[in-house]
């Protein structure tokens, strides 16, 4: 299924290629996550390549990542069955092939990660597994304990500095990708930390920009998550697929006032128990996993559950847990526990669900190509297929790794086949000059995140999406005519822009499957719905 939207100008601000400052590498990386990363390791072994992103390297998803990493590591475990709990749990809307491909590269690649310094935790020699949701098979790698994101990242920056032939550039805020008129991406026009525009042409340009948590009130996701990559690609003409499967994460720590905190599953893998605001266990009545049962079942099950008892949250009850093993298995939850005075050996921890991975995003194929040329995409902000309809848990850090590793390796090998040095590509774009007022751009973005909340959020309805539609519409007549000089500024157009894909896809989407559930329509359809939701300008 193929849709077009609206137009919307090329580039958010003018271009003159004459008076920019600008540089030129055979291969650029935009994104510091895991799949930017091994991105720009893989390419950086034959070819210089220069990495991006808009605040430090440690500003990013993967960094924050408290669950582990999914892989074949135990003797009971197969790929057959790896591969059988992905497509289950993608309600059998993922590519097959894709599947296959990252299910049997990533033992490879864990160990690999090992071999680089990541501190993986051990049970003696081995890596030490466990079990989470949707899994058959205890195959949860961790590092640090529910620090993986960071344990994994702090070894590929390391690994990533020692190569000369990397360049990495921090607080670059990439505005628009640059293309030509025969649909090939040369590059990127951005704002660097001296607060000047800068052109980087590439010949071969990977997306590694992450995810669009953001565009939700309540969410795991740090502030850098505005979903960038996804709007720079989308007004260069990139297909987008199934952005309509936003995943939130069931358990994330409520405190009135204070921003969401990830609780991973990997307690309730380990054995914590759900219990509404009467101390009663829920998830048995919801599915027969209970609190093992894929994302999607229980986030929408403790909905229900806070409906059902008027209560704005539920808890997680692991009073039972060892407190001394607790806090060297846990770590950081335990200390963001004792920040809020929970005692987690006599106090139940309060939890409610919330935005956290995009399961859509840039079309790619096996190669992690892009409908554009020399435009790759991996991580995040790539839809790959792997994941169908709800990301099965743990699963996201290896398709970053793998598609980080095919980009990087594509994109050199296309490098060094087109020779000699990138040259500069004539451009003068000019903004026409608005004559409408202007909104403020901070209210906008507080009023999005609520209206993308309550409208398109864990439960869906036709008209819910089509007053979404609207409204947003109705913020783009005001903000998206508008040149910016500010990162404020082009964040607030890139959620309106796709926030806007968003609800249109789930608009479309007339069944519920996977994470995406429409109260009006809530049986699978798969005679008119076992497809993708293309979107293209």
Same mark, same amino acid.
């Given at each position: 299924?193929?849709?077009?939207?609206?137009?919307?100008?090329?580039?958010?601000?003018?271009?003159?290629?004459?008076?920019?400052?600008?540089?030129?590498?055979?291969?650029?990386?935009?994104?510091?996550?895991?799949?930017?990363?091994?991105?720009?390791?893989?390419?950086?072994?034959?070819?210089?390549?220069?990495?991006?992103?808009?605040?430090?390297?440690?500003?990013?998803?993967?960094?924050?990542?408290?669950?582990?990493?999914?892989?074949?590591?135990?003797?009971?475990?197969?790929?057959?069955?790896?591969?059988?709990?992905?497509?289950? !749990?993608?309600?059998?809307?993922?590519?097959?092939?894709?599947?296959?491909?990252?299910?049997?590269?990533?033992?490879?690649?864990?160990?690999?990660?090992?071999?680089?310094?990541?501190?993986?935790?051990?049970?003696?020699?081995?890596?030490?597994?466990?079990?989470?949701?949707?899994?058959?098979?205890?195959?949860?790698?961790?590092?640090?304990?529910?620090?993986?994101?960071?344990?994994? !990242?702090?070894?590929?920056?390391?690994?990533?500095?020692?190569?000369?032939?990397?360049?990495?550039?921090?607080?670059?805020?990439?505005?628009?990708?640059?293309?030509?008129?025969?649909?090939?991406?040369?590059?990127?026009?951005?704002?660097?930390?001296?607060?000047?525009?800068?052109?980087?042409?590439?010949?071969?340009?990977?997306?590694?920009?992450?995810?669009?948590?953001?565009?939700?009130?309540?969410?795991?996701?740090?502030?850098?998550?505005?979903?960038?990559?996804?709007?720079? !690609?989308?007004?260069?003409?990139?297909?987008?697929?199934?952005?309509?499967?936003?995943?939130?994460?069931?358990?994330?720590?409520?405190?009135?006032?204070?921003?969401?905190?990830?609780?991973?599953?990997?307690?309730?893998?380990?054995?914590?128990?759900?219990?509404?605001?009467?101390?009663?266990?829920?998830?048995?009545?919801?599915?027969?996993?209970?609190?093992?049962?894929?994302?999607?079942?229980?986030?929408? !099950?403790?909905?229900?559950?806070?409906?059902?008892?008027?209560?704005?949250?539920?808890?997680?009850?692991?009073?039972?847990?060892?407190?001394?093993?607790?806090?060297?298995?846990?770590?950081?939850?335990?200390?963001?526990?004792?920040?809020?005075?929970?005692?987690?050996?006599?106090?139940?921890?309060?939890?409610?669900?919330?935005?956290?991975?995009?399961?859509?995003?840039?079309?790619?194929?096996?190669?992690?190509?892009?409908?554009?040329?020399?435009?790759?995409?991996?991580?995040?902000?790539?839809?790959?297929?792997?994941?169908?309809?709800?990301?099965?848990?743990?699963?996201?850090?290896?398709?970053?790794?793998?598609?980080?590793?095919?980009?990087?390796?594509?994109?050199?090998?296309?490098?060094?086949?087109?020779?000699?040095?990138?040259?500069?590509?004539?451009?003068?774009?000019?903004?026409?000059?608005?004559?409408?007022?202007?909104?403020?751009?901070?209210?906008?973005?507080?009023?999005?995140?609520?209206?993308?909340?309550?409208?398109?959020?864990?439960?869906?309805?036709?008209?819910?999406?089509?007053?979404?539609?609207?409204?947003?519409?109705?913020?783009?007549?005001?903000?998206?005519?508008?040149?910016?000089?500010?990162?404020?500024?082009?964040?607030?157009?890139?959620?309106?822009?796709?926030?806007?894909?968003?609800?249109?896809?789930?608009?479309?989407?007339?069944?519920?499957?996977?994470?995406?559930?429409?109260?009006?329509?809530?049986?699978?359809?798969?005679?008119?719905?076992?497809?993708?939701?293309?979107?293209?300008?």
């Amino acid at each position: 299924m193929h849709t077009k939207l609206s137009e919307l100008r090329r580039y958010l601000v003018e271009i003159n290629t004459y008076a920019t400052g600008q540089l030129f590498t055979d291969c650029l990386v935009i994104g510091t996550g895991i799949a930017g990363l091994r991105a720009a390791i893989e390419a950086g072994e034959n070819c210089n390549v220069t990495i991006v992103c808009k605040a430090t390297m440690q500003d990013s998803n993967t960094w924050n990542a408290q669950g582990g990493i999914a892989s074949v590591l135990g003797k009971a475990d197969s790929f057959q069955s790896h591969i059988a709990d992905t497509l289950k !749990a993608g309600c059998y809307l993922n590519k097959p092939d894709v599947v296959e491909l990252v299910v049997k590269t990533g033992p490879k690649l864990v160990t690999q990660l090992e071999e680089w310094g990541t501190e993986f935790d051990k049970n003696g020699s081995d890596i030490d597994i466990s079990l989470e949701g949707g899994h058959s098979h205890a195959r949860i790698a961790h590092a640090l304990g529910d620090s993986t994101g960071r344990g994994i !990242a702090e070894a590929m920056i390391r690994k990533l500095r020692q190569n000369p032939n990397i360049n990495a550039i921090e607080n670059f805020f990439c505005i628009d990708l640059i293309t030509d008129e025969e649909n090939h991406c040369l590059g990127v026009i951005g704002l660097n930390k001296n607060n000047n525009l800068q052109i980087i042409w590439a010949k071969q340009t990977i997306l590694a920009t992450g995810g669009a948590g953001q565009l939700y009130r309540e969410t795991t996701n740090p502030k850098i998550a505005t979903a960038d990559g996804l709007a720079m !690609a989308y007004r260069a003409g990139a297909v987008l697929s199934d952005l309509e499967f936003m995943q939130f994460h069931p358990t994330t720590l409520y405190i009135a006032g204070a921003s969401r905190a990830l609780i991973t599953e990997t307690l309730r893998g380990e054995g914590a128990i759900l219990l509404d605001c009467n101390n009663y266990a829920f998830m048995s009545d919801y599915h027969e996993s209970a609190e093992l049962a894929p994302r999607d079942i229980v986030s929408r !099950a403790i909905l229900a559950q806070m409906l059902k008892t008027n209560s704005t949250h539920v808890y997680l009850d692991i009073r039972h847990f060892d407190k001394a093993h607790f806090s060297k298995r846990f770590p950081l939850i335990s200390g963001l526990c004792e920040s809020f005075d929970i005692d987690v050996s006599k106090d139940l921890i309060p939890v409610r669900p919330s935005a956290h991975y995009m399961v859509g995003g840039v079309k790619t194929d096996l190669n992690a190509k892009t409908n554009i040329k020399n435009l790759y995409a991996c991580g995040e902000v790539a839809a790959t297929g792997l994941h169908g309809a709800n990301r099965l848990g743990s699963n996201s850090l290896l398709e970053g790794l793998v598609f980080g590793q095919i980009a990087g390796r594509n994109a050199a090998e296309k490098s060094a086949k087109t020779g000699g040095n990138m040259k500069p590509y004539m451009l003068n774009y000019k903004v026409p000059t608005s004559d409408r007022s202007r909104l403020d751009t901070a209210d906008i973005r507080n009023s999005l995140r609520a209206l993308m909340w309550r409208n398109v959020g864990i439960i869906r309805r036709d008209k819910h999406l089509v007053e979404a539609g609207e409204i947003i519409g109705f913020w783009q007549r005001y903000v998206m005519d508008k040149e910016f000089d500010a990162p404020e500024g082009w964040q607030c157009q890139n959620m309106l822009t796709v926030s806007m894909m968003a609800a249109h896809a789930a608009l479309l989407r007339k069944e519920s499957r996977g994470v995406h559930f429409r109260q009006d329509y809530p049986d699978t359809d798969d005679k008119n719905f076992k497809n993708h939701i293309d979107i293209q300008r």
